[in-house]
């Protein structure tokens, strides 16, 4: 089991944000402490969601808060969402692509379902931001980043960000 301890925000290209999420097997105290420390990183580098392969680990369970702030972060654990109605173009950035930021696609609504850390299944409906991030996140539990659905405009404009990046990273781990 992870030491949550450890967990600190993952970059691109680290290989655990390419990799689709393993289910949350039990919901348990490490689980609860790995949401709690998932907040916080979310919160101290502002940001409205974190799922769990950007802490380094590869759990199907998001944080998210669309005002930002600590009150209103809520945890979903094995989330399965439904999109629908029209689709709009939104900018959206992501706290493992420092940098990057492109006009995505989603749809307007959606609606998700998942289980609290309390082990009590619920469902909410979402549109505009809220649905958006709900999209975002449950891209990171499959291994899409925003990179992979920017347009081929947008992805040679960022090429350059995400080769800094891919250096970094190498550097990092060196
Ligand atoms: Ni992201």
Do not use: W
Not at 14 to 43: F, H, R, T, Y
Not at 120 to 136: D, P, S, T, V, Y
């Amino acid at each position: 089991m992870m030491d949550v301890k450890k967990c600190r925000i993952t970059h691109y290209p680290s290989p655990v944000l390419g990799e689709k999420a393993k289910p949350v097997e039990k919901i348990d105290e490490n689980i609860a402490l790995l949401a709690e420390k998932m907040i916080e990183i979310m919160v101290d580098t502002k940001g409205v969601g974190l799922a769990g392969p950007q802490a380094g680990v590869g759990l199907r369970i998001f944080v998210a808060s669309p005002d930002g702030s600590r009150e209103s972060a809520k945890v979903y654990i094995n989330p399965e969402i439904s999109p629908s109605g029209s689709t709009e173009v939104g900018q959206e950035g992501c706290l493992s692509l420092p940098g990057i930021y492109g006009n995505i696609t989603r749809c307007k609504k959606c609606t998700i379902k998942a289980t609290g850390l309390d082990g009590k299944e619920f469902a909410e409906e979402a549109e505009g931001l809220k649905a958006r991030i709900f999209q975002h996140e449950y891209d990171h539990l499959e291994g899409t980043l925003v990179a992979d659905r920017l347009s081929t405009v947008a992805r040679i404009s960022a090429r350059k960000k995400l080769k800094k990046l891919r250096q970094q990273h190498v550097e990092q781990n060196d």
